[in-house]
C-alpha cells in the first residue's frame, strides 16, 4: 500500500466498548453482510464521519449497543479509501482511509455530531435495501 499524506487525528466508528490501547483489527466479519471476511479496517479523519459509521453499527445491530467513536493510530500502512475515493468522491475529501494493519485505540471521543431522526430514517431505509439485495456491493 502507498502511505497517505493526512497526518490526522484519526478515528473509527462502532458499537463496540473499547479502552486506550485495545486494537480494531481486519479479519472480522462485515457489519453488512457477516459472511464476508473484511480486509481492512477503514477509519477516517473526520470525527464526524466516524460518527456516522458508529450511528450505522448501531442500526445494524438493530438497534442493539452505543454509538462509539475512537480516536485511533495505524500501526502500520494504511491507503485512501477506494471504496469512495475512487468511486464517489474523487481526492478524497472525506478523508477516509484503510489499513490491513490493526488500529489502536487512544481515547474515546464524544464531541461528535449526531444525526437528526431523519437523517437516521434515511440509513435506516437504506441499509433494508441492502439486506434485501443480495447482490448489493459490499467493501472488503
Known sequence: MTEALDEGPFFHGTIAELHPGDLFEA??????????????????????GAGLAAEVAVELADGAGTPHVYEVEPTGPFENDPNVTDKKFPGNPTRS????????????VDDWTRLTPEALQMWRERLAGIRANPDAEIIN
Open 27 to 48: 479479519g472480522r466479519p462485515s457489519n453488512y453482510k457477516p459472511e464476508v471476511v473484511m480486509n481492512h479496517i477503514y477509519f477516517t479523519a473526520l470525527r464526524d
Open 97 to 108: 482511509f484503510r489499513s490491513s494493519a490493526p488500529l489502536r485505540v487512544i481515547r474515546e
